[in-house]
């Protein structure tokens, strides 16, 4: 099967319309957002793709081609799977049952799990 292709939707000159990814990225770039590399490791990536000063919610990245351990941080994380077709989700304390997400399909962990 073929790699699911990234797409944004966004409004570009009053009519909304399909964005590429290239788009997106050009559109932080040209926001003044930097992208700060957290971690980088065999197999594992995590970036914060930065706030605008309106903005309260901290977006991050993570690139990842192995089974990789997440924490909460105390609170609530809304995740998206934007690449490939799909993840185990796992509680490593068994506070939920293991689930998949597929694509582009977005799941929220509570604060509550850690």
């Given at each position: 099967?073929?790699?699911?292709?990234?797409?944004?939707?966004?409004?570009?000159?009053?009519?909304?319309?399909?964005?590429?990814?290239?788009?997106?990225?050009?559109?932080?770039?040209r926001s003044g957002r930097e992208t700060e590399l957290l971690d980088e490791e065999d197999g594992i990536c995590e970036e914060r793709t930065g706030l605008h000063e309106t903005e309260f919610i901290e977006t991050r990245r993570h690139w990842?081609?192995?089974?990789?351990?997440?924490?909460?941080?105390?609170?609530?994380?809304?995740?998206n799977l934007v690449?490939?077709?799909?993840?185990?989700?796992?509680?490593?304390?068994?506070?939920?049952e293991p689930f998949v997400v597929h694509y582009?399909?977005?799941?929220?962990i509570p604060a509550s799990v850690s």
């Open positions: 099967m073929s790699k699911p292709l990234v797409i944004n939707w966004a409004v570009k000159s009053g009519a909304c319309g399909v964005v590429g990814l290239e788009d997106g990225f050009d559109a932080v770039r990842f081609t192995k089974k990789v351990p997440h924490d909460t941080g105390a609170t609530v994380n809304v995740l690449e490939g077709e799909e993840a185990l989700v796992e509680s490593p304390t068994n506070a939920f582009a399909e977005t799941f929220i």
